[in-house]
């Protein structure tokens, strides 16, 4: 089996054993062995499925601004955790790879492939929740048909990246393409450089508490 095959079936797998409960506060139970790809890319999953329904929670009109708040501070540390993951990803990657030798002439990919990896497990989110719309009995025809053709687009794109992901670690293995990580720099929840976080420390530290 092909790295792109394990990784649909075990994101299929995360997804389907999310909704056994369908909650954002599931625990999560990784069946594949620590330090392995497989359990990796199962985590990976699962963060994007909790946050896929995170986001779902805050869009509802009727929030309060105070769930509002906890939900978004929520999202930024799954994004944190994501980014995480997908960088650990890329780690196994480069050591799976340490021994290669690029060609003079190799080139390097617009995307390291844990981030290929990334917009694959979205893509196994999209389908699922669109093959969903599609089986709807309450919903006008109209809206069974739009959703029967974004799951055809969706089922394509996720052929072509799965084809595309294979490549790209074929021609990492040549020495083709380069491996390089291409890391993302978040610049919030982090004092230093968050400008909001920065700006209230600063007025914290001339607060005169003598009075």
């Given amino acids: 089996m092909n790295f792109s095959s394990t990784a649909n079936m075990i994101f299929n797998g995360v997804i389907s054993d999310y909704h056994l409960t369908n909650s954002v506060d599931a625990q999560i139970k990784i069946p594949y062995d620590i330090g392995s790809i497989e359990r990796e890319l199962y985590q ?61 002439e190799a080139t390097l990919n617009t995307e390291s492939p844990a981030w290929a990896v990334d917009r694959l497990s979205i893509l196994a989110l999209k389908i699922y929740h669109m093959r969903e719309q599609t089986a709807r009995t309450d919903a006008p025809e109209e809206h069974i048909t739009k959703c029967k053709g974004k799951l055809a687009i969706l089922l394509e794109q996720q052929i072509d990246l799965s084809k595309a992901i294979d490549q790209l670690l074929d021609d990492i293995a040549a020495g083709r393409k380069r491996m390089k990580v291409f890391r993302k720099i978040k610049i919030y929840n982090y004092p230093p450089d968050d400008s909001v976080l920065y700006a209230k420390k600063i007025a914290d530290s001339e607060i005169d508490i003598s009075k």
Avoid: G, M, Y
Avoid at 69 to 91: P, T, Y
């Fill in 44 to 104: 990976k999953c699962w963060i994007d499925t909790v946050q896929w329904h995170l986001e779902d929670l805050i869009r509802d009109p009727n929030i309060s601004p105070a769930d509002a708040l906890l939900l978004k501070q929520r999202i930024d540390k799954s994004n944190q955790d994501r980014i995480d993951l997908v960088e650990q990803i890329d780690s196994h990657f480069r050591t799976q790879f340490s021994d290669v030798t690029p060609l003079p």
